[in-house]
């Protein structure tokens, strides 16, 4: 497989600095709000503001900005950057005397892959925080309401003390080839027909990323595999994961799906991919996720070009 598809994969490099010991001013974010060189990236029911350029939407600060749930993304060429993310779905559109440049909110799924790589790794961090916040808004201890602390990267709990911290879930999502350099999909049984993707699923406690790998493909499929790698990671906030994108060899070929999560799985070659692509009878994934990026490392062009 070739590494090229993974180069430009949204949401994995950036030049922002996190700028974790500023997190433990407990004066931090005032002092970011009061200052109108901070740049904020307004969330509303996790759907940024995009200006008409098609650039993420970066203003100054805004005295409702208080009211929100606020957040230190840390900094870009020197400039602090806060998220000011709101529970709500999008009202109607801004004033457009008022700011020229905005755009509606969209949704970071919409638009990951039209962003700058800065752009795109503030508006995931962004939503995979928001969404841990709206998920932790308890002790698991003991029950107590927590308050947010560290610039919102902490949710501590005034009763007993404890500190917790936002989660990521890592999974394992594998390109598996066989002796004939077949390639093995999968359709999940919430997914329309016609849609495959590469194998994936949750890291268990106490497993490496190679024994998940090994574990997920038989579990799904039931064929076993060696001769895993790791090739490359993408966050991906819906809500909370982090991809770890692998390659594996197949040393079985018979499938059986797994009933309550597999609908049905394949293998292909490359010339029945991208026929049954361009005849409609499978649905390619767009070019946002890893799992299409791997589809492509081993078929050796785009999917956008299957049409």
Same mark, same amino acid.
């Given at each position: 497989?070739?590494?090229?598809?993974?180069?430009?994969?949204?949401?994995?490099? +950036?030049?922002?600095?996190?700028?974790?010991?500023?997190?433990?001013?407990?004066?931090?974010?005032?002092?970011?709000?009061?200052?109108?060189?901070?740049?904020?990236? /307004?969330?509303?029911?996790?759907?940024?503001?995009?200006?008409?350029?098609?650039?993420?939407?970066?203003?100054?600060?805004?005295?409702?900005? =208080?009211?929100?749930?606020?957040?230190?993304?840390?900094?870009?060429?020197? $400039?602090? !950057?806060?998220?000011? *993310? !709101?529970?709500?779905?999008?009202?109607?559109?801004?004033?457009?005397?008022?700011?020229?440049?905005?755009?509606?909110?969209?949704?970071?799924? %919409?638009?990951?892959?039209?962003?700058?790589?800065? @752009?795109?790794?503030?508006?995931?961090?962004?939503?995979?925080?928001?969404?841990?916040?709206?998920? !932790?808004?308890?002790?698991?201890? *003991?029950?107590?309401?927590?308050?947010?602390?560290?610039?919102?990267?902490?949710?501590?709990?005034?009763? @007993?003390? +404890?500190? !917790?911290?936002?989660?990521?879930?890592?999974?394992?999502?594998?390109? $598996?080839?066989?002796?004939?350099?077949?390639?093995?999909?999968?359709?999940?049984?919430?997914?329309?027909?016609?849609?495959?993707?590469?194998?994936?699923?949750?890291?268990?406690?106490?497993?490496?990323?190679?024994?998940?790998?090994?574990?997920?493909?038989? %579990?799904?499929?039931?064929? %076993?595999?060696?001769?895993? /790698?790791? $090739?490359?990671?993408?966050?991906?906030?819906?809500?909370?994961?982090?991809?770890?994108? *692998?390659?594996?060899? =197949?040393?079985?070929?018979? $499938?059986?799906?797994?009933?309550? %999560?597999?609908?049905?799985?394949?293998?292909?070659?490359?010339?029945?991919?991208?026929?049954?692509?361009?005849?409609?009878?499978?649905?390619?994934?767009?070019? #946002?996720?890893?799992?299409?990026?791997?589809?492509?490392?081993?078929?050796?062009?785009?999917? @956008?070009? #299957?049409?």
């Amino acid at each position: 497989m070739d590494h090229q598809p993974l180069r430009d994969l949204p949401m994995t490099t +950036s030049d922002i600095d996190r700028d974790a010991p500023s997190r433990s001013d407990p004066d931090l974010l005032a002092t970011l709000l009061a200052d109108p060189a901070t740049r904020v990236v /307004e969330l509303r029911g996790g759907r940024a503001s995009q200006r008409l350029d098609g650039a993420l939407l970066r203003r100054p600060p805004e005295p409702a900005d =208080a009211d929100s749930l606020l957040l230190y993304l840390g900094r870009l060429d020197g $400039v602090a !950057h806060l998220a000011a *993310c !709101h529970p709500e779905t999008p009202g109607p559109p801004v004033d457009r005397e008022e700011r020229l440049d905005a755009a509606p909110f969209v949704g970071l799924r %919409e638009v990951a892959t039209e962003l700058s790589a800065d @752009d795109a790794s503030l508006f995931a961090a962004a939503l995979g925080l928001s969404n841990w916040h709206a998920r !932790h808004r308890y002790c698991p201890r *003991c029950g107590a309401a927590t308050q947010i602390v560290m610039g919102g990267w902490v949710r501590r709990c005034p009763h @007993d003390g +404890s500190e !917790h911290y936002p989660r990521t879930d890592p999974a394992v999502i594998v390109a $598996v080839t066989d002796e004939q350099d077949r390639l093995l999909l999968g359709r999940n049984v919430g997914w329309p027909e016609g849609r495959f993707s590469v194998l994936a699923g949750f890291v268990e406690p106490g497993e490496t990323i190679a024994a998940a790998v090994a574990r997920e493909v038989f %579990e799904e499929t039931a064929v %076993e595999v060696t001769d895993i /790698e790791f $090739v490359a990671d993408q966050p991906w906030p819906f809500p909370a994961s982090l991809m770890l994108g *692998c390659r594996a060899r =197949a040393t079985t070929t018979d $499938v059986t799906c797994q009933p309550d %999560e597999i609908a049905e799985a394949r293998w292909f070659t490359r010339e029945e991919f991208r026929t049954e692509v361009a005849d409609g009878r499978v649905k390619a994934a767009g070019r #946002l996720s890893i799992a299409a990026r791997l589809v492509e490392g081993w078929l050796g062009r785009r999917l @956008d070009d #299957l049409g």
